[in-house]
């Protein structure tokens, strides 16, 4: 698997493991939800500065994002995780 696709997974698994959707996601990017959804579907590149800016987003450090999602959510900060209530809904726990 490339680099694009991996980065790709890992951005999904840390928005699922954050409670997150694109548009939040592109908010704290500061770019749009229609920019996060190409950027997602192979349509456009993430780019060097949109990974540091993932690295700042979520807290973790840009060698860890590019290790893969499980690598990434392992190194998530607690307070940035979502807690998954009955019927997969999700919330942000509180640290």
């Given amino acids: 698997m490339?680099?694009?696709k991996t980065l790709q997974l890992t951005?999904?698994?840390l928005m699922f493991a954050t409670g997150e959707n694109q548009t939040v996601l592109g908010k704290g990017l500061r770019i749009?939800?229609?920019q996060?959804?190409?950027k997602q579907n192979g349509g456009a590149s993430w780019s060097l500065g949109?990974?540091?800016r993932l690295?700042?987003?979520y807290?973790?450090?840009v060698p860890d994002l590019l290790c893969g999602p499980s690598h990434a959510v392992e190194k998530l900060p607690a307070h940035r995780?979502?807690?998954v209530l009955g019927g997969g809904q999700t919330t942000l726990s509180v640290a």
């Fill in 50 to 52: 949109d990974i540091d």
């Fill in 2 to 4: 490339g680099s694009e």
């Fill in 59 to 61: 807290g973790i450090p």
């Fill in 11 to 13: 951005v999904n698994a």
């Fill in 36 to 38: 996060v959804s190409r």
């Fill in 55 to 57: 690295s700042a987003h």
């Fill in 32 to 34: 749009t939800q229609g």
């Fill in 81 to 83: 995780r979502a807690a």
